[in-house]
């Protein structure tokens, strides 16, 4: 009997070390899913801010146009005057993040001739100017960019310049020695380099045609309607 004991005894105690150092402690699972949860909701660190927006406008950048007008001023007088040229828009900037004002640079070409005609005299003369002006462009124009601007003004579009012009001046006369004297003493001259401005505003009938109305000043002063067209 007391050998039977003595083996219970045994069983007894190999069970109870069993319950203690072999079970897994249930604190170590708990904290090894805090620390998965943790780690999932870590941000990435590529994640990448946004690019800046562009808001909508008529010379937003990017832009090329390209216009074609006539001197009104001239035409009036009996004159003519042409003006060709083409812009391209470079960057933008914001007031408020809401308001935009475009900023870009212009080539614009100009012709402009006008004659004098002494009937009594039989006689007759004629000055041109002939020339090319750079400059550099801002833009107001902000389409839908203002939620509560009327619709009419959605399709206007205000600009002004300024920069340099080269400009050749010559005459001709109807009287050969006074063609002859002002060749002489006049025409050796350089041609002129100067400042240059121009400004105005356009109308759009669609997103890529407008119409505009224009002043610059090239040495002398003048006043375009011209057609705009947008690529």
Do not use: C
């Not at 935009?100 to 005299?121: C, E, H, K, N, R």
């Not at 012009?165 to 025409?187: G, K, L, M």
């Amino acid at each position: 009997m007391a050998v039977k004991k003595f083996g219970w005894l045994v069983v007894m105690v190999v069970l109870m070390v069993e319950g203690m150092y072999g079970a897994t402690p249930p604190s170590t699972k708990s904290s090894t899913k805090v620390t998965n949860t943790t780690t999932s909701k870590t941000p990435s660190s590529s994640q990448k801010t946004p690019a800046k927006e562009v808001l909508d406008s008529h010379y937003k950048p990017g832009t090329f146009a390209v216009n074609v007008g006539i001197d009104l001023w001239a035409f009036a007088i009996g004159g003519f005057g042409f003006y060709p040229g083409a812009e391209l828009s470079l960057g933008q900037y914001a007031i408020e993040n809401q308001i935009p004002l475009d900023f870009g640079v212009a080539v614009q070409g100009f012709y402009y001739t006008y004659s004098y005609d002494y009937y009594y005299y039989n006689y007759s003369w004629r000055y041109n100017y002939l020339g090319v002006g750079v400059f550099g462009v801002a833009h107001f124009g902000p389409k839908k960019s203002i939620p509560t601007l009327p619709e009419f003004l959605e399709r206007v579009d205000f600009y002004a310049g300024i920069g340099l012009f080269f400009r050749s001046v010559w005459y001709n006369f109807s009287d050969p020695e006074v063609q002859s004297w002002y060749d002489t003493y006049f025409n050796q001259k350089p041609s002129l380099i100067g400042f240059a401005s121009i400004g105005g505003v356009t109308y759009f009938l669609t997103d890529k045609f407008g119409i505009r109305l224009d002043g610059s000043y090239y040495g002398y002063g003048g006043a375009t309607l011209s057609i705009v067209l947008k690529f």
